[in-house]
């Protein structure tokens, strides 16, 4: 298969490879497209990327802080209600709260500017890819300001070393195992849950096996739901995890972090897809997962994923095919799957098609005029009207990749909206036929660029060009 021209190759290169093109990026890519792309993956992962899970720690502190001071608040206005009296003011542990909160949305609006910003908007892209893939929704509040944690402690330093390490690494996060509820999950032959076993109420026995993460981590993480597992897998895996938690306040040093329970786990060896695990505490889980990213399914399933998100809602299989030989023969290398992808002819076809998603549409359109989100008010109500509220994928398999998702028509008059917002503030001071052409090279049609031309704004051709097929496609 033929590469495009080199012109049009730079304009792929910042527009289906990346984020949508800076003033100046598709020209920084013209002399060596595939080279300019190779040097944005580098061993030390995405930016933003943290050594420890210091933050999370601290984050989950806050937040248990928070639970405890609303418990006794509440507790304390129903005395004094009970003795006519005027309950106590309620602001500090809405303060609380609210500050919570706003750590979350100071996390997200860092990533937005982030992705805005940078020059290596590939390596930024390929980050958010493991983000979705390894999802934790910030549906709870606990794992709302745990998120951006996540991703920085988890997931950006490793997204291009091996996949066994990432895959572990977002396994045993805190965030994850709140979000799935495995930080609760107990054998029921351990000691904790002999003895609450022993509980004359049944209410109070707690506990037990909870099979979420093992299964999520089959079906979404690893060999995908056509993997050849069963449900014997399913819950034989679910007992591997079993002491796999989070530090609470009786542990002040490991308060917030990952701690293994050893009188939460369940004894003996365990049969997962047919190898068997001898019983090795924390390592039998681990044991487990470093097979799961070593199967060939895993490999197929990925990768898959991989193609279908940079370039096509139904990927060539030659593209999932190169991709799948680097994983196998580089022991699932992400920095080499990675290489393999824009190194792939079958990944540069000449058409664009990849409906962006909301927040690919709105990040490209401050990268368009190299700007960013001042506040966070600028774009989470932005996104949650397209559906696409900030931290909270729908389910633990994150985001659709998928156009048809995103490009109903209510959405497509909601593009439209927030074009001709943003582009009423932005346009005055632009010249929109450069913008075109800084941001659309090659890829830039013969229509479009009338349309921008003929405009009868500036506000009017920047909207046009914000809502054009080519900026709309990668």
Same mark, same amino acid.
């Given at each position: 298969?033929?590469?495009?021209?080199?012109?049009?190759?730079?304009?792929?290169?910042?527009?289906?490879?990346?984020?949508?093109?800076?003033?100046?990026?598709?020209?920084?890519?013209?002399?060596?497209?595939?080279?300019?792309?190779?040097?944005?993956?580098?061993?030390?992962?995405?930016?933003?990327?943290?050594?420890?899970?210091?933050?999370?720690?601290?984050?989950?502190?806050?937040?248990?802080?928070?639970?405890?001071?609303?418990?006794?608040?509440? /507790?304390?206005?129903?005395? &004094?209600?009970?003795?006519?009296?005027?309950?106590?003011?309620? +602001?500090?542990?809405?303060?609380?709260?609210?500050?919570?909160?706003?750590?979350?949305?100071?996390?997200?609006?860092?990533?937005?500017? =982030?992705?805005?910003?940078?020059?290596?908007?590939?390596?930024?892209?390929?980050?958010?890819?493991?983000?979705?893939?390894?999802?934790?929704?910030?549906?709870?509040?606990?794992?709302?300001? =745990?998120?951006?944690?996540?991703?920085?402690?988890?997931?950006?330093?490793?997204?291009?070393?091996?996949? %066994?390490?990432?895959?572990?690494?977002?396994?045993?996060?805190?965030?994850?195992?709140?979000?799935?509820?495995? &930080? /609760?999950?107990?054998?029921?032959?351990?000691?904790?849950?002999?003895?609450? /076993?022993?509980?004359?109420?049944?209410?109070?026995?707690?506990?037990?096996?909870?099979?979420?993460?093992?299964?999520?981590?089959?079906?979404?993480?690893?060999?995908?739901?056509?993997?050849?597992?069963?449900?014997?897998?399913?819950?034989?895996?679910?007992?591997?995890?079993?002491?796999?938690?989070?530090?609470?306040? !009786?542990?002040?040093?490991?308060?917030?972090?990952?701690?293994?329970?050893?009188?939460?786990?369940?004894?003996? +060896?365990?049969?997962?897809?047919?190898?068997?695990?001898?019983?090795?505490?924390?390592?039998?889980?681990?044991?487990?997962?470093?097979?799961?990213?070593?199967?060939?399914?895993?490999?197929?399933?990925?990768?898959?994923?991989?193609?279908?998100?940079?370039?096509?809602?139904?990927?060539?299989?030659?593209?999932?095919?190169?991709?799948?030989?680097?994983?196998?023969?580089?022991?699932?290398?992400?920095?080499?799957?990675?290489?393999?992808?824009?190194?792939?002819?079958?990944?540069?076809?000449?058409?664009?098609?990849?409906?962006?998603?909301?927040?690919?549409?709105?990040?490209?359109?401050?990268?368009?005029?190299?700007?960013?989100?001042?506040?966070?008010?600028?774009?989470?109500?932005?996104?949650?009207?397209?559906?696409?509220?900030?931290?909270?994928?729908?389910?633990?398999?994150?985001?659709?990749?998928?156009?048809?998702?995103?490009?109903?028509?209510?959405?497509?008059?909601? !593009?439209?909206?927030?074009?001709?917002?943003?582009?009423?503030?932005?346009?005055?001071?632009? +010249?929109?036929?450069?913008?075109?052409?800084?941001?659309?090279?090659?890829?830039?049609?013969?229509?479009?660029?009338?349309?921008?031309?003929?405009?009868?704004?500036?506000? %009017?051709?920047?909207?046009?060009?914000?809502?054009?097929?080519?900026?709309? !496609?990668?």
């Amino acid at each position: 298969m033929a590469l495009p021209t080199r012109d049009l190759m730079a304009s792929i290169a910042a527009t289906r490879f990346g984020l949508g093109a800076r003033p100046g990026e598709i020209d920084e890519a013209r002399s060596d497209p595939q080279g300019w792309l190779a040097r944005q993956i580098v061993g030390r992962g995405a930016d933003g990327g943290l050594a420890d899970y210091e933050l999370s720690a601290g984050r989950i502190a806050e937040f248990r802080n928070f639970r405890a001071d609303r418990r006794d608040l509440r /507790q304390d206005s129903a005395e &004094a209600m009970k003795k006519g009296e005027t309950p106590p003011d309620r +602001d500090p542990v809405q303060m609380a709260g609210r500050m919570i909160r706003e750590g979350a949305a100071e996390d997200f609006l860092a990533r937005a500017r =982030t992705a805005a910003n940078t020059d290596a908007a590939f390596r930024e892209r390929w980050a958010m890819f493991w983000c979705n893939h390894f999802t934790v929704s910030g549906v709870k509040l606990i794992t709302a300001v =745990t998120v951006g944690p996540f991703e920085a402690e988890a997931i950006r330093p490793r997204v291009f070393g091996r996949f %066994e390490d990432l895959l572990i690494a977002s396994s045993a996060h805190p965030a994850m195992l709140l979000y799935l509820d495995q &930080a /609760q999950s107990t054998g029921p032959n351990s000691r904790i849950g002999m003895a609450l /076993q022993k509980r004359p109420n049944p209410r109070n026995r707690g506990g037990g096996l909870n099979e979420n993460l093992a299964r999520e981590i089959l079906e979404l993480h690893t060999v995908g739901v056509d993997g050849g597992y069963t449900q014997a897998d399913v819950t034989e895996f679910a007992r591997c995890m079993t002491g796999w938690s989070v530090g609470n306040q !009786r542990e002040p040093e490991k308060f917030g972090k990952f701690v293994f329970r050893e009188y939460a786990h369940e004894p003996g +060896d365990r049969t997962v897809m047919g190898r068997r695990y001898d019983d090795r505490g924390v390592d039998q889980a681990a044991a487990v997962m470093k097979d799961l990213a070593a199967n060939p399914k895993t490999a197929r399933f990925v990768c898959t994923k991989i193609a279908r998100h940079f370039v096509a809602d139904v990927p060539p299989p030659e593209l999932v095919a190169d991709l799948e030989k680097t994983w196998l023969a580089t022991g699932g290398h992400l920095g080499e799957v990675a290489r393999a992808l824009i190194a792939s002819p079958h990944a540069w076809a000449a058409e664009p098609r990849k409906f962006k998603t909301p927040y690919e549409f709105v990040i490209s359109g401050y990268r368009l005029i190299g700007g960013q989100p001042g506040a966070i008010e600028q774009i989470a109500p932005t996104l949650n009207g397209l559906g696409m509220k900030a931290y909270s994928p729908p389910s633990p398999k994150g985001w659709p990749d998928e156009g048809a998702y995103w490009a109903t028509p209510d959405a497509l008059i909601k !593009r439209m909206a927030w074009a001709e917002a943003f582009s009423a503030v932005t346009a005055p001071e632009r +010249d929109p036929d450069a913008l075109a052409r800084s941001g659309l090279g090659a890829r830039l049609g013969e229509r479009t660029g009338k349309a921008v031309a003929r405009a009868e704004s500036r506000p %009017e051709a920047l909207s046009l060009l914000l809502m054009c097929p080519e900026f709309q !496609r990668r």
